[in-house]
């Protein structure tokens, strides 16, 4: 058996001093949530894990499928953002995906669990999707099974080899770090400003847009809300995680003031969006109103819903107004990198 006692250690524990309302914080599987706690045990980062989860832009995605449903959260093209948001705070890092169902997945199979392995050997946890993103930090030959820690659960879970990358949904993901290396901090946290605004403006072109709303998708969710085509606690989960990045982007971009004699603007935005999510989450949090669908708790989240939208709109023309010489000069290509 070889595991990693000490980074196991680092991993927040649901029944370790989190409060209720921070708890939910930590449930989400999202990348950020299994990257964060490797680069603390290789020493690669001393920050926060909302300034790491927002140098690598993932914090201000906001993508809805046309249901509610937790696939929002991890609705995105693993293979490039994962891979950029890596790079972006200057770890190297190799992966792969694919789908379970094709007749080569054995071989991805087998590589998978040797590179995991070899991960694991060097001293570094691998992120791993198990139907949310998990850090490997152990395995066992004798027993044939990894050993994944979640930000939700106490305990290790055990994964036989024979399972890895069957999931419930058809889709396998597996990302091993390599090496670090210094990075210009600020420079990062401009660039991560602007693909924030690339991420608002631009639909994510591996998702079909009758299906999924990317970006500028507030109207999206009030109207599937108002429609009541939804089940009722995905959506909660989905509004939660959301509330999640809103509230720690606030704080990411109050740790940015300094970048541009404009940003008091964006901070100003970003905290009244954060607020609003407040607003949405105690609504939420009267879990028999929310789930019985009443009329007064879904309007009631809708019109904060729609304020949100304004609000987060609001806050990428104030993004805009602060960098406009970087995002003028990148033409109809803001994403440009």
């Not at 449930?27 to 909302?50: C, E």
């Not at 930090?137 to 979640?150: A, I, M, P, Q």
């Not at 939700?152 to 090496?179: F, I, K």
């Not at 999640?244 to 100003?268: C, F, K, N, W």
Request: charged share 20%; proline share 4%; with cysteine.
């Amino acid at each position: 058996m070889t595991d990693l006692a000490d980074l196991i250690q680092r991993l927040p524990q649901t029944n370790a001093g989190i409060t209720n309302t921070d708890r939910w914080r930590y449930a989400t599987g999202s990348y950020a949530d299994a990257l964060y706690p490797i680069l603390l045990h290789k020493k690669w980062t001393h920050l926060p894990r909302y300034i790491i989860a927002g140098m690598t832009a993932n914090l201000f995605r906001f993508v809805v499928d046309r249901r509610l449903t937790t696939e929002s959260i991890s609705a995105y093209n693993w293979m490039a953002e994962n891979f950029v948001a890596a790079d972006f705070i200057g770890v190297t890092a190799s992966q792969a995906a694919g789908f379970s169902f094709e007749p080569t997945f054995p071989l991805y199979q087998k590589q998978a669990l040797h590179d995991i392995k070899a991960s694991i050997e060097r001293g570094t946890g691998a992120v791993l999707w198990h139907d949310q993103f998990v850090v490997v930090v152990g395995y066992d030959d004798d027993e044939e099974v990894l050993f994944l820690c979640t930000g939700d659960d106490p305990d290790m879970l055990r994964l036989p080899y024979s399972l890895v990358g069957r999931n419930n949904s058809p889709y396998w993901y597996y990302q091993v770090l390599e090496a670090h290396q210094s990075i210009d901090m600020w420079e990062v946290c401009k660039e991560s400003l602007i693909q924030a605004v690339y991420k608002w403006e631009t639909h994510d072109y591996m998702l079909p847009a009758q299906d999924y709303a990317c970006g500028a998708a507030y109207t999206a969710v009030a109207e599937v809300l108002q429609s009541g085509n939804y089940e009722s606690h995905q959506a909660a989960m989905v509004l939660r995680y959301y509330a999640r990045t809103r509230g720690d982007i606030a704080s990411y971009v109050r740790a940015l003031q300094h970048l541009s004699p404009h940003m008091d603007q964006v901070i100003e935005q970003y905290t009244q969006l954060a607020d609003l999510y407040v607003s949405i989450v105690e609504v939420l949090d009267n879990s028999a109103a929310w789930d019985a669908s009443e009329p007064e708790s879904i309007l009631r989240v809708s019109e904060l819903i729609r304020s949100a939208g304004d609000t987060e709109q609001a806050a990428i023309d104030a993004i805009k107004h602060a960098f406009p010489e970087t995002i003028n000069n990148r033409f109809s290509d803001i994403g440009l990198r």
